[in-house]
């Protein structure tokens, strides 16, 4: 089984700065993946960001990027120069092994992006 | 781009009604999933289908739910007896078919918003 830990519940931050989310995870698997998603007022489930375990290079998306730490099962969210949309909940998920695997979701972080 | 549609946007329905909740998966896709978002809290997983067969399920998918795959591009979740506890937010996703080692998205429609009253 898996397990999602985002310890944050809301966070914000002056528009142009830095914010970081944190999320850790447990799993048994040897190989899994892991994601951010934005869920912004609309209430759409828009991803954000992938990581494949077995990748140590960290993801990047433009501003967005990820701090990923195996051993430490901590797979946090950097977002550079935020934006008024990037006003929205934001959801760690991870999802096992290979192939179309459940995804298992965090119990989010609402962002906001201060003007 | 393509993309998962859901129908309808908005449901409401009285306790002990059926209701089913459609979606149209993205059309080279295989996987399908159903999640539920009660209000302020996360996203749980429901139900993946495959095949024409549901491939995992959770312990919130009861007898009291179905899924189907009517036609080659519909994908319906159906609760027989609405309870109040139903109220959520549904999400459909689909996803392609890749091989081992290569990694995958989950594309999600907008959701419908049930309501049961």
């Known amino acids: 089984a898996q397990t999602v830990t985002q310890s944050q519940p809301e966070m914000s931050v002056q528009e142009a700065e830095t914010v970081t989310l944190s999320c850790t995870y447990d799993?048994?698997?040897?190989?899994?993946?892991l994601f951010w998603y934005k869920q912004p007022p609309s209430r759409q489930m828009i991803l954000v960001i992938r990581?494949?375990?077995?990748?140590?290079q960290n993801a990047t998306e433009n501003r967005f990027s990820v701090n990923f730490q195996k051993a430490a099962k901590s797979f946090s969210l950097k977002i550079s120069d935020s934006q008024l949309g990037d006003t929205a909940m934001y959801f760690c998920?991870?999802?096992?092994?290979?192939?179309?695997?459940?995804?298992?979701f965090g119990t989010g972080t609402r962002l906001t992006i201060i003007p | 781009e393509p993309e998962v549609t859901q129908t309808p946007s908005h449901q409401v329905t009285q306790m002990g009604q059926e209701v089913i909740l459609r979606c149209v998966p993205i059309s080279n896709h295989l996987y399908f999933y159903w999640y539920r978002q009660i209000l302020g809290q996360k996203v749980e997983f429901l139900v993946s289908f495959y095949n024409n067969e549901i491939s995992e399920k959770s312990e919130i998918f009861d007898d009291q739910f179905s899924v189907e795959r009517p036609d080659g591009s519909n994908f319906t979740l159906k609760i027989r007896s609405t309870k109040l506890e139903d109220s959520a937010m549904y999400f459909c996703a689909s996803s392609e078919i890749l091989g081992r080692g290569i990694s995958f998205e989950q594309y999600f429609g907008p959701g419908t918003r049930l309501t049961v009253t």
């Open positions: 799993t048994s698997e040897s190989n899994y993946y």
């Open positions: 998920a991870s999802a096992s092994n290979f192939g179309n695997e459940k995804l298992t």
């Open positions: 990581q494949e375990a077995y990748k140590q």
